[in-house]
């Protein structure tokens, strides 16, 4: 499954349906990949519960495809205790995250009703900069 942008659009048409005039939409959005970025990701993070000593660990990947402009992800979450494995998660998910450069989401927006539409820096009020990979939508019915 692809997220479409058309569907992406139709949800958006309703949100702006249910909205009262004036109401607002804020959402933050990501540009997942750049050209010359590789397609595919892997990350691993730890932490230890400092109450019981237990370990914590999350492997990460991800894969980008351009043509979809969507990625894939599988997680596995784990649990350790006194060095031995007790508990693991896999997670996938397929698509994961639709990616959106700026002048992307500021048209979809648009196409769905929204005026008055601002794109800002990361969670700030603070105005969004060209080479912002994650920025923040507010727009108005």
Sequence with gaps: MVIKPDLVLTALRNLSKILQPGGVLAASIMTLWKPDDPL????????????????????????????????????????????????????????????????QAKHLIESAGFCHINLFHEFTFDPVKSTDILFTVVAHR
């Design 40 to 103: 595919y990701t892997e990350w691993k993070k730890e932490a230890i519960d400092q109450s019981n000593g237990w370990l914590y660990k999350r492997i990460a990947k991800s894969w980008y495809d351009p043509e979809t402009e969507c990625e894939r992800t599988e997680d596995i979450y784990q649990l350790w205790i006194d060095e031995q494995l007790v508990k693991e998660e896999f997670h996938s998910r397929s698509p994961a995250t639709r990616s959106y450069i700026q002048n």
